[in-house]
Nanobody
Framework: QVQLVESGGGLAQPGGSLRLSCAASGFTFSSFAMSWARQAPGEALEWVSSIYPDGRNIYYAESVEGRFTISRDDAKNILYLQMNSLEPEDTALYYC?????????RGQGTQVTVSS
């Protein structure tokens, strides 16, 4: 059974940083592309970033390019999202997703709020 457990969310000031983690289990993590997606209140689910097996191919949404960094530790089955230069528009529930889109199996999410 696929399990994805996100952590690391919280309150950050504009310009601040947060690092999200996703602990994965129940599948061969190293064989799957993994993604982050987010959903702001009243908005549709938005794809944020994807990383393919071995970390060789990485993609970002234009809205986070240059500010967010996705990475993975296949030995520990953990997916990360380093978020720098946070903006109020980054406020959302962030999901770890199995696969290369926003629409795979996902966890419960971790809330990120950017506010002064």
């Amino acid at each position: 059974q696929v399990q994805l457990v996100e952590s690391g969310g919280g309150l950050a000031q504009p310009g601040g940083s947060l690092r999200l983690s996703c602990a994965a289990s129940g599948f061969t993590f190293s064989s799957f592309a993994m993604s982050w997606a987010r959903q702001a209140p009243g908005e549709a689910l938005e794809w944020v970033s994807s990383i393919y097996p071995d970390g060789r191919n990485i993609y970002y949404a234009e809205s986070v390019e240059g500010r967010f960094t996705i990475s993975r530790d296949d030995a520990k089955n953990i997916l990360y999202l380093q978020m720098n230069s946070l903006e109020p528009e980054d406020t959302a529930l962030y999901y770890c997703v199995q696969g290369a889109t926003a629409w795979g199996t996902r966890g419960q999410g971790t809330q990120v709020t950017v506010s002064s």
